[in-house]
């Protein structure tokens, strides 16, 4: 059995899109998921699964949009994966750490994404980046240092120019769940 995270896209966002976690677990659980465990309301759920990832994701689409009525991406790590993330941090902790220090918002971000994004996508997103706002991408995963916080990023905006679909964690919730993976 593999231990899989589930990021779900734009559910619980603004009164958009509701999902109750308990109903979300129902789900997982229908489809025969383990061990299924939702974190937060933003769509984070960890489960257990012998199936292969592209599989699952497009089981759990299919299920999601049954029940629910509306479409949602869902973007699929292994936790080997999710460990992957939080060691290949391309940003060091004291440029973290200094970030953190100067705000009081969140300022480190992984947007995950369904795939590796085109150079024509990462040069479009590329022209967002300033002294405020800088990223590095790692195959699937976009790593954001945004100094004055997401809502007030450019570069956050304009993600969707990579033309790959994705979710956006920050990196508190990325390390939790990495935590309740291992458990």
């Keep these: 059995m593999t231990i ?4 779900l896209r734009g559910i619980n966002v603004g009164g958009h899109n509701k999902i109750k976690m308990a109903e979300l677990k129902n789900i997982f659980q229908s489809i025969g998921c383990k061990r299924v465990q939702t974190y937060i309301q933003s769509g984070n759920v960890l489960f257990e699964s012998a199936e292969d990832a592209d599989t699952l994701r497009k ?18 790590r292994t936790s080997l994966e999710l460990e992957r993330i939080i060691e290949n941090c391309p940003f060091t902790e004291a440029v973290l750490k200094e970030a953190e220090v100067s705000t009081d918002v969140e300022t480190f971000y992984v947007s995950i ?16 980046q300033n ?5 590095r991408i790692n195959g699937r995963e976009v790593y954001l240092l945004l100094r004055d916080g997401v809502r007030n990023s450019k570069l956050a905006n304009n993600l969707y120019k990579l033309n790959v679909p994705s979710t956006m964690r920050n990196w508190k919730t990325i390390n939790k769940l990495n935590a ?3 458990v």
């Design 59 to 76: 089981r759990i689409e299919q299920e999601t949009a049954k029940v629910f009525s509306f479409t949602l991406t869902v973007i699929l």
């Design 4 to 7: 899989y995270i589930a990021f």
């Design 131 to 135: 002294e405020n706002d800088e990223f």
């Design 113 to 128: 994404l369904l795939e590796p994004p085109t150079q024509e996508g990462i040069k479009q997103v590329s022209a967002f």
């Design 180 to 182: 309740l993976a291992e």
